[in-house]
């Protein structure tokens, strides 16, 4: 089968992912084999191309935004072992999606608080395992998550991990109906976070440098587009910052009301630079978002279906992945780039 595999991190300049025909993995017991229909690009993958973080090991498919078919399944280990429900019952000839989490404990404190996105033992698709950026993956049959039969392979691809943290960031943020909500960068998940607080009546105010970036967010509802240099006219309830980049933090408190929160929506980001401790006084919380929960897929998808939310996407051949990525990280891409066969 073909796969876009990393044998050596580099700049997506270097062109670093390489097509391979590479021998079609078995499912081991509880796995499942999944035919790839369409792969969704995410900063993630640009961050594990590029070594801003490092997966433990190497050559490497990346991809975690996974639509597929079920083409086979091994259950010697049974289904006794499946903690959700809405998995439970999937087999082979369905349609499924792959998140980023790839499996957790099961057993540790946070696996029982229900943050089975902080377990140590936590694995991550195209990351800890091979990923979608391939014809055929394995996945763990406890996570696949079933997609609302009236979203399309290419619009549901993007849902799977920028639709499903950018709905774990709004939580996180409090954010709560008909507030007032900055998102900061208008990328792929701020497109479709946009929507699900356009759908519980909040005012969205979208800082983003790019000009075509800032026509999508007016054309997707949001009530004030700018810079981050700019002063939207009213102070914020919550926010929740995109882009990997440190220095926007004190600017962004800046702009938050008093017991208000920000929500940092990124697995790296740059250095924060010291700030003056009146920016968080005022009982301001700033709070990181790490993964998400098998959970916030299951009810992120029905938000999905029930708000009609919309993915922008363009697509690009497998064989292109390379390029995708490098327009992902040139914001060329309005929403999302996803990778089909
Ligand atoms: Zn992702
Ligand atoms: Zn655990």
Same mark, same amino acid.
Not at 105 to 129: D, I, K, M
Not at 203 to 232: K, M, N
């Given at each position: 089968?073909?796969?876009?595999?990393?044998?050596?991190? %580099?700049?997506?300049?270097?062109?670093?992912?390489? =097509?391979?025909?590479?021998?079609?993995?078995?499912?081991?017991?509880?796995?499942?084999?999944?035919?790839?229909?369409?792969?969704?690009?995410?900063?993630?993958?640009? *961050?594990?191309?590029?070594?801003?973080?490092?997966?433990?090991?190497?050559? =490497?498919?990346?991809? *975690?935004?996974?639509?597929?078919?079920?083409?086979?399944? @091994?259950?010697?280990?049974?289904?006794?072992?499946?903690?959700?429900?809405?998995?439970? @019952?999937?087999?082979?000839?369905?349609?499924?999606?792959?998140?980023?989490?790839?499996?957790?404990?099961?057993?540790?404190?946070?696996?029982?608080?229900?943050?089975?996105? /902080?377990?140590?033992?936590?694995?991550?698709?195209?990351?800890?395992?091979?990923?979608?950026?391939?014809?055929?993956?394995? %996945?763990?049959?406890?996570?696949?998550?079933?997609?609302?039969?009236?979203?399309?392979?290419?619009?549901?691809? #993007?849902?799977?991990?920028?639709?499903?943290?950018?709905?774990?960031?709004?939580? /996180?943020?409090?954010? *709560?109906?008909?507030?007032?909500?900055?998102?900061?960068?208008?990328?792929?998940? %701020?497109?479709?976070?946009?929507?699900? %607080?356009?759908?519980?009546?909040?005012?969205?105010?979208?800082?983003?440098?790019?000009?075509?970036?800032?026509?999508?967010?007016?054309?997707?509802?949001?009530?004030?587009?700018?810079?981050?240099?700019?002063?939207?006219?009213?102070?914020?309830?919550?926010?929740?910052?995109?882009?990997?980049?440190?220095? =926007?933090? #004190?600017?962004?408190?800046?702009?938050?009301?008093?017991?208000?929160?920000?929500?940092?929506?990124?697995?790296?980001?740059?250095?924060?630079?010291?700030?003056?401790?009146?920016?968080?006084?005022?009982?301001?919380?700033?709070?990181?978002?790490?993964?998400?929960?098998?959970?916030?897929?299951?009810?992120?998808?029905?938000?999905?279906?029930?708000?009609?939310?919309?993915?922008?996407?363009?697509?690009?051949? /497998?064989?292109?992945?390379?390029?995708?990525?490098?327009?992902?990280? *040139?914001?060329?891409?309005?929403?999302?780039?996803?990778?089909?066969?």
């Amino acid at each position: 089968m073909k796969a876009m595999r990393l044998h050596f991190q %580099a700049q997506a300049e270097m062109q670093p992912l390489l =097509l391979e025909e590479i021998p079609m993995p078995e499912p081991g017991p509880g796995q499942a084999l999944v035919r790839v229909l369409a792969c969704g690009v995410c900063h993630t993958d640009l *961050h594990t191309l590029e070594g801003d973080i490092h997966p433990p090991t190497l050559p =490497l498919t990346p991809g *975690h935004q996974v639509v597929g078919v079920v083409d086979a399944v @091994n259950e010697a280990r049974g289904r006794s072992e499946n903690a959700h429900s809405q998995s439970a @019952n999937i087999g082979v000839g369905d349609r499924v999606g792959v998140p980023w989490l790839h499996s957790a404990c099961g057993t540790c404190e946070y696996c029982q608080r229900g943050q089975e996105n /902080l377990c140590p033992q936590a694995r991550f698709t195209g990351f800890h395992v091979d990923g979608g950026y391939a014809e055929y993956m394995l %996945a763990d049959l406890r996570y696949l998550l079933p997609i609302p039969p009236e979203i399309s392979d290419e619009q549901a691809a #993007p849902l799977l991990c920028a639709g499903i943290i950018g709905y774990r960031s709004l939580r /996180l943020a409090d954010v *709560h109906p008909g507030e007032r909500v900055g998102l900061v960068g208008f990328g792929a998940s %701020a497109h479709l976070t946009i929507q699900v %607080a356009r759908g519980w009546g909040c005012d969205v105010y979208v800082f983003t440098r790019s000009a075509e970036h800032r026509q999508h967010a007016a054309e997707l509802g949001a009530a004030w587009t700018g810079g981050i240099e700019d002063t939207p006219p009213r102070l914020l309830d919550s926010a929740v910052i995109f882009a990997p980049s440190g220095k =926007l933090v #004190p600017l962004v408190l800046e702009r938050l009301r008093p017991g208000g929160t920000l929500a940092i929506n990124a697995i790296h980001m740059s250095d924060i630079p010291e700030m003056p401790y009146r920016l968080i006084y005022g009982e301001r919380t700033l709070r990181s978002v790490a993964n998400a929960t098998y959970q916030d897929g299951v009810e992120f998808l029905r938000i999905a279906s029930k708000l009609s939310i919309q993915s922008s996407v363009t697509i690009y051949p /497998l064989d292109e992945a390379n390029q995708a990525l490098l327009d992902l990280k *040139h914001s060329k891409i309005n929403g999302e780039a996803v990778l089909v066969d």
